[in-house]
């Protein structure tokens, strides 16, 4: 019989090219506190191949279906039998050219049923829609996105190590971290985008979380310049609750 049952499931390579999840769980491993939780490779498939996906984007597969053709939409079903045994499911995400980290809710509220008092991050976003994370099929899990830009790598790993560590802590101990710091989340809704086409046709330079006016519309841009290779400029989000 197992000495107790590991609430945490840590998902890695969701985005085969992001190996940051990878690289925390090899640390806390290191550290053996692999003790405390169990972790899933999402795509290995992507991740041996370092590209983002095989036949379709994983983050937008689930929940899967078993008969498809599409690699991630077939392994989607047996990522999410796995996710479902958890109490607790973090998934691991990495932006070349994010600036900021912070927790991705992919509902349109903050329904969900992990403590995030335990995350020190200070910023939740709610992004509903595409539909297809694993988060918006599953209460339990969160999308940890980390930004790279201008940022040293080993800094940023050590910074994620610190935000699971301090979760497993607080977990196992119910010892919340400062109440100051809990109470300081700002919520955001992501709620559109804006083409490549679109933001050049504005002369204007965006930047990752400084609100900006176009016409009548406020709006702050998020991981501007990330999916560049798709034809998306930035995405739009407002703020809909600001801590303190
Ligand atoms: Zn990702």
Redesign the pocket.
């Known amino acids: 019989m197992k000495k107790y049952y590991k609430q945490i499931l840590l998902i890695a390579a969701?985005?085969g090219d992001?190996r940051i999840g990878i690289e925390v769980v090899n640390k806390l491993v290191e550290q053996k506190l692999d003790a405390y939780f169990d972790f899933l490779i999402a795509n290995p498939k992507a991740l041996e191949k370092n590209v983002r996906y095989i036949d379709s984007d994983l983050?937008r597969s689930y929940p899967g279906d078993i008969k498809s053709d599409l690699y991630e939409k077939k392994n989607a079903v047996n990522n999410i039998k796995i996710a479902k045994k958890y109490k607790y499911v973090i998934d691991l995400?990495?932006a070349k050219f994010g600036t900021k980290n912070f927790i991705i809710i992919p509902r349109n509220k903050l329904d969900i049923d992990l403590p995030l008092h335990f995350i020190k991050l200070d910023d939740i976003l709610l992004w509903p829609d595409p539909k297809g994370p694993l988060g918006s099929c599953l209460k339990n899990t969160i999308e940890l996105e980390f930004g790279m830009k201008d940022k040293e790598r080993p800094i940023v790993i050590n910074k994620a190590v610190d935000i699971v560590k301090v979760f497993i802590h607080s977990l196992y101990t119910q010892q919340n971290i400062e109440k100051s710091e809990s109470n300081k989340k700002r919520v955001f809704m992501v709620y559109g985008k804006a083409s490549v086409q679109e933001a050049e046709k504005y002369k204007m330079k965006f930047k990752d979380f400084q609100e900006i006016k176009i016409g009548t519309e406020d709006f702050i841009p998020l991981l501007v310049d990330q999916y560049r290779d798709i034809g998306i400029a930035f995405y739009k989000m407002r703020k809909i609750s600001s801590g303190k």
Do not use: W
């Open positions: 969701t985005h992001e983050n995400h990495e």
